[in-house]
């Protein structure tokens, strides 16, 4: 995989490849230009994409959330099959039920609304094409904080 043809980090990857390949699993997005490239590279290069992301800015609270859930889901479902009770199976439900919630909520959805904010924000316009996933991520935790500030206010 040659670094001419593929996007390798968020640092270079405009954002809106990466709302393609994060959205709707178009991971031809990662080359740099379409027409050149394969499937299998494809791959390898979101994967080295995501390992960027997860490295700079972590996990976010909702995936850390479903992780603790699915372990706690596992965990509970071993001790059904052991003891059979109807406590853990009512307890199995209501965490499948909390976890169901979590998976229904919009998440990336959202990305045009945050965008229409940060703009306002700024006073200026941000084009999707042209600002780095970097750049856009470390603007929002900036909002972020800012929003913060002023409700301590």
Known sequence: MSEELYYLSVDDMPLYNWRKCQEKEEFNYCRKNLKLGTVKNDLEAWEKIYDSYIAEFGLGKEYKRILELRLEIANLQCDFVISGTNFIRNQIKRLER???EIMEMPVESDT???????RKWIGSWL???EITVRDFYKLLRDYQNEIKSLKRA
């Open 98 to 100: 909390e976890l169901q």
């Open 112 to 118: 045009d609304t945050i965008l229409n904010h940060l």
């Open 127 to 129: 084009n999707q094409r």
